[in-house]
């Protein structure tokens, strides 16, 4: 997005200024786009795609990796009390991963292939494993030890040619440029790519394979924080092997060398 300013979208922070002081001191989360709330798509019910939006980090406002953060009261959900900050945090990726079910009806006998057993991958995991035949693609052995505990199949990426069009849902998650054409290869004719990978650099990829297969392609991005929040309160999401390290927010640097290194799921800041 070119930006330049705080980054940091993933927060878990306390009221300590707000219009309607009834929120002060409350514990919350918030969702990151601030929409204008006057233009059409607002209007709609899309304020996610108000083309006037800032977005926590990412587009015209500093984000999270600081004291302080401002936000429409809009945006905000309380987090319940027996939530920790650490489970908290993870709402606005969870939020991500719910979003696929918003925009795609899986069932039951789908066969879901995911692609990408990183951060982002291991929470879509979780939230599908009870709503389809999911299979994910690992490439470490220790996200291949996760995904056994939570009872979800998986298959060394390695070998992903031998599933050639086996799901009828593909899911992208790799954060690579060439997680979508390893998608396309992975779904049958007639299926669905889900696209969760954003990517800085260009990606060149072959598209006549979608026309042939008559596929359909669904970008997805941001989520309801509603159904994470429950599902995190009602101990459905595993966190217990998500969290890294934890680091003082002033050796910030240090924590995003910790994040770059091999293997490091969550890294986490705190003032
Ligand atoms: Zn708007």
């Known amino acids: 997005m070119g930006f330049q300013g705080i980054p ?8 300590i200024e707000s219009p309607d002081r009834t929120w002060i001191g409350k514990r919350v989360v918030g969702e990151i786009n601030a929409a204008c709330g006057r233009c059409w798509d607002c209007q709609c019910g899309r304020q996610n795609h108000c083309p006037h939006r800032s977005v926590l980090g990412i587009l015209n406002r500093n984000g999270s990796f600081a004291e302080r953060l401002s936000l429409p009261l809009k945006n905000l959900h309380l987090v319940p009390d027996k939530l920790s900050d650490e489970a908290a945090v993870f709402t606005e990726p969870l939020a991500a991963a719910f979003r696929i079910l918003e925009q795609c009806r899986i069932k039951k006998r789908d066969r ?45 990426t390695s070998k992903r040619k031998a599933l050639s ?9 790799t954060g690579k440029p060439r997680g979508f054409a390893f998608a396309q290869q992975l779904v049958q ?19 006549t394979p979608i026309v042939i297969n008559e596929c359909t392609v669904i970008g997805s991005r941001c989520g309801p924080f509603r159904p994470a929040l429950q599902a995190l309160k009602d101990g459905e999401i595993d966190l217990s092997s998500f969290i890294s390290e934890i680091y003082p927010l002033k050796k910030g640097r240090a924590a995003f060398k910790r994040a770059g290194q091999k293997g490091t799921l969550k890294v986490l800041l705190k003032p």
Do not use: M
């Open 8 to 15: 940091g979208h993933e927060f878990v922070g306390e009221v």
């Open 112 to 156: 879901v292939i995911l692609l990408g057993d990183g951060k982002l991958g291991l929470l879509i995991a979780q939230v599908l494993k009870t709503r389809c035949r999911l299979l994910v693609l690992t490439k470490h052995q220790e996200r291949k030890t996760l995904l056994e505990k939570w009872g979800i199949e998986s298959y060394p």
């Open 165 to 173: 069009q086996s799901g009828n849902i593909g899911i992208d998650a």
């Open 189 to 207: 004719p007639l299926g669905t790519i889900i696209l969760k990978t954003t990517c800085a650099g260009r990606a060149r990829y072959p598209l």
